[in-house]
């Protein structure tokens, strides 16, 4: 008789357990996939002006530096974890492709600091063309920082080339990137 009160509580404790895991299934940090369509950061039906060409080049209007703030500001949101907010970057950034972007890529950009470092990478391509499409799903103005950025680069700033290589400059004078990206000279800085 003991036996068999025993197997009962065992078997009213592993339908509890399993009640309670299914109930809870998806709400945890791991959870924040677009892969459903019906996330909040799923972007798939947006469709950038310049994104028609074939060689997806999409014009970047913003920092490194302000994009690695995007990325930080969102894996801290409920439900995103940074392979989740990978999968969504790759996914807006090459649709239809099967693109996928390495989390030991993101962690190396992600320490970095500087306007244009790590202007060259993929994360830097693929968080900003899924933050600009986020911000058209999402009705909102572009700031006025973006709007400096577009009068500055028309084209978009420099990403086929690092900008963190050396410089020559005239003895005395010290090379430096602002906030913009814009490479200025200091000059008559050493004695």
Same mark, same amino acid.
């Given at each position: 008789?003991?036996?068999?009160? %025993? ?9 509890? %357990? +399993?009640? *309670? ?16 369509? =019906?996330s909040e950061y799923d972007v798939s039906g947006i469709e950038l002006e310049v994104e028609e060409d074939d060689e997806l080049e999409v014009p970047v209007?913003?920092? $490194?530096? +302000? ?18 907010? /990978? +999968?969504?970057? *790759?996914?807006? *950034?090459? !649709?239809g492709g099967d693109k996928t972007i390495n989390s030991g890529l993101l962690h190396v950009f992600l320490k970095q600091e500087g306007a244009l470092v ?7 391509? *693929? ?5 600009? #499409?986020?911000?058209? #799903?999402?009705?909102?103005? #572009?700031?006025?920082?973006? /709007? ?5 680069? !028309? &084209? ?9 290589? !050396?410089?020559?400059? +005239? %003895?005395?004078?010290? !090379? &430096?990137? =602002? ?9 008559? $800085?050493?004695?």
């Amino acid at each position: 008789m003991a036996m068999a009160k %025993a197997m009962a509580t065992a078997t009213a404790t592993q339908k509890r %357990a +399993r009640t *309670a895991t299914a109930a809870t299934a998806g709400k945890g940090r791991g959870s924040g996939r677009a892969a459903d369509g =019906n996330s909040e950061y799923d972007v798939s039906g947006i469709e950038l002006e310049v994104e028609e060409d074939d060689e997806l080049e999409v014009p970047v209007f913003e920092t $490194c530096d +302000r994009v690695r703030d995007m990325i930080r500001k969102h894996v801290e949101r409920p439900g995103v974890t940074k392979a989740g907010f /990978l +999968r969504d970057a *790759a996914k807006a *950034a090459f !649709p239809g492709g099967d693109k996928t972007i390495n989390s030991g890529l993101l962690h190396v950009f992600l320490k970095q600091e500087g306007a244009l470092v790590g202007n060259t990478g993929i994360v830097f391509y *693929a968080a900003y063309v899924f933050f600009d #499409k986020l911000r058209i #799903k999402n009705g909102e103005p #572009k700031d006025d920082f973006r /709007l400096t950025m577009e009068d500055i680069w !028309p &084209y978009g700033i420099e990403r086929e080339k690092p900008v963190n290589g !050396p410089w020559i400059v +005239r %003895a005395g004078s010290q !090379p &430096y990137i =602002n906030e913009f990206g814009q490479v200025r000279i200091m000059r008559n $800085c050493y004695p």
